[in-house]
């Protein structure tokens, strides 16, 4: 049986992002997820927020992936007038594919050096008693 310093469940963007920052720090990582293929289904429509979180996401990201980088917050009344429309703060919001973008974490977190196991979905963590009895 093969041991490892990470285990994620799940390969959605949480897991990934996860997945590739502890294999950079050299753990040694598998990543599972229960469905055959990485990003689908698809979770949601994919704006994407420049958060702290995020920043390292995007500077890593294929530009493919991205569709389009939103300058404006528009807001319509139930005639379909825009009432208001505020201007965003470049780079601050984007539009991407998600099932790309998911399949592109996944990549991401394989070039670091995790594994990653599909059409596996886990049922519960066993804990094993250690030499010390911890
Ligand atoms: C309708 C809708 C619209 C949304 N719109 C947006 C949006 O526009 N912008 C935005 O930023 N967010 C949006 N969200 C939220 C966004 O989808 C989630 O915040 C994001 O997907 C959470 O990422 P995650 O990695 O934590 O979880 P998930 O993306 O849910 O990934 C979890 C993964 O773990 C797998 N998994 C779960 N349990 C197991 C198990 N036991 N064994 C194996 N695999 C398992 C799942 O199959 C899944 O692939 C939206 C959500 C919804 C529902």
């Known amino acids: ?12 963007p949480a897991g990934c992002a996860a997945a590739k920052a502890a294999s950079r720090q050299g753990a040694s990582v598998i990543m599972i997820e229960e469905h055959p293929v990485i990003g689908a ?37 139930p005639s379909g007038r825009v009432i208001k429309e505020t201007p965003l703060p470049p780079g601050s919001v984007y539009q991407v594919q998600r099932d790309e973008f998911d399949r592109e974490l996944a990549r991401q977190a394989a070039l670091a050096g995790a594994e990653i196991v599909l059409s596996t979905l886990v049922t519960g963590l066993y804990k094993e008693r250690t030499a010390s009895g911890a």
Do not use: N, Q
């Open 1 to 12: 049986m093969k041991e490892y310093d990470v285990i994620v469940v799940g390969a959605g």
């Open 41 to 77: 289904p698809r979770h949601c429509p994919g704006r994407l927020h420049s958060s702290s979180f995020t920043r390292e996401i995007l500077e890593d990201l294929d530009p493919r992936v991205i569709v389009c980088e939103y300058r404006s917050r528009r807001y319509f009344a």
